[in-house]
């Protein structure tokens, strides 16, 4: 015996099946939900990358600010006639940064630095400079694309026996005997500007990387900046030289015999990681390419000031 189905219950199964038209509009807003949940993931993730690196960009220009004021305020006077006690130049010219208001750039410098400083009877020489690293890291040039590592050489072997019967470098022979920069920057100065040989990079360790900004300036005992149009109360001993781009006056020191600057302002500007990364990743062979996007990235540049005093100035 065979039954026919029901047409009340194929009715009730008909009823609650869903259409096409219902399934498509539930894929579609789950669809949507996804979306929008992924958005607000990603939304998250970047603003966690953000934080991290700019913590991490933080507390890198906080360290190496603290360490190049523990070490500037300690410099002293060779009080030796020739003895190069402070030295301030640029190592390429300035590139400009485009800012966001039309027709504003921010000029940034890479400078170099050599100071004396004494302890225990031992004269220490130490530099500073924005150098390129190879890829096992170690200096090989001065950055000269815009951005590099700032990196620290320290000369402490001389004593105060030593100091004033220094020997000249083999490739200076002529130099001052007492000049301790010539062993620490192994300079040759042109014009305030230095070219160094780059057997002497490889000396430098490293402090602080993507750096694009690294400027110092000397100020006399009243605050005002030491220029070679102002008569300043520093004693004699120092030398200047101003060099001109577009607008803007910059200048190189050179302090010997008892004289230096009451204070030195630094300038520190460091680039965000994931923008240094996209920069390091531009051709060598191609460096017109990686300045104009350098010069896109102001808004990515954190800058570092302070105002450091010389306790031994007079």
């Given amino acids: 015996m065979t039954s026919s189905p029901n047409p009340s219950c194929l009715r009730d199964v008909r009823a609650r099946a869903f259409t096409v038209v219902e399934l498509l509009v ?6 949507l939900i996804v979306l929008v949940l992924y958005g607000m993931f990603d939304q998250v993730q970047k603003a ?76 220490i020489g130490t530099g500073y400079r924005v150098l390129s690293l190879n890829s096992n890291g170690i200096p090989t ?13 320290s000369f402490t072997n001389v004593s105060d026996a030593d100091f004033p019967n220094l020997a000249p470098p083999a490739n200076a022979p002529n130099s001052p005997r007492t000049n301790l920069c010539w062993q620490v920057m192994n300079r040759v100065l042109m014009n305030g500007i230095v070219s160094p040989p780059l057997s002497n990079l490889t000396n430098y360790q490293p402090v602080l990387e993507g750096v694009v900004h690294f400027h110092v300036r000397a100020f006399d005992r009243n605050g005002f900046l030491i220029t070679n149009s102002f008569n300043t109360n520093i004693a004699s001993g120092f030398q200047i030289w101003s060099n001109r781009f577009k607008n803007d006056l910059e200048y190189a020191y050179t302090f010997t015999n008892q004289a230096l600057p009451s204070d030195l302002e630094v300038e520190v500007g460091i680039l965000e990681p994931h923008v240094l990364e996209r920069f390091k990743a531009f051709p060598d062979s191609n460096p017109t390419v990686a300045s104009n996007y350098l010069a896109r990235q102001a808004g990515a540049v954190h800058l570092f000031q302070q105002r450091i005093p010389v306790r031994t100035a007079k």
Wanted: hydrophobic share 40%.
């Fill in 48 to 123: 966690l990358r953000g934080n991290v690196a700019q913590v991490d960009v933080l507390e890198g220009g906080r360290a190496a600010m603290q360490l190049l004021s523990k070490e500037m305020e300690q410099m002293d006077p060779g009080k030796v006639p020739g003895s190069t006690n402070l030295f301030i130049s640029m190592t390429a010219p300035p590139y400009q940064q485009a800012m966001l208001d039309p027709g504003t750039n921010r000029l940034n410098l890479l400078d170099q630095v050599f100071f004396l400083s004494h302890l225990n009877k031992t004269w």
């Fill in 141 to 153: 040039a001065l950055a000269e694309n815009g951005a590099g590592t700032l990196c620290r050489y």
């Fill in 26 to 31: 539930a894929v579609s807003v789950l669809t």
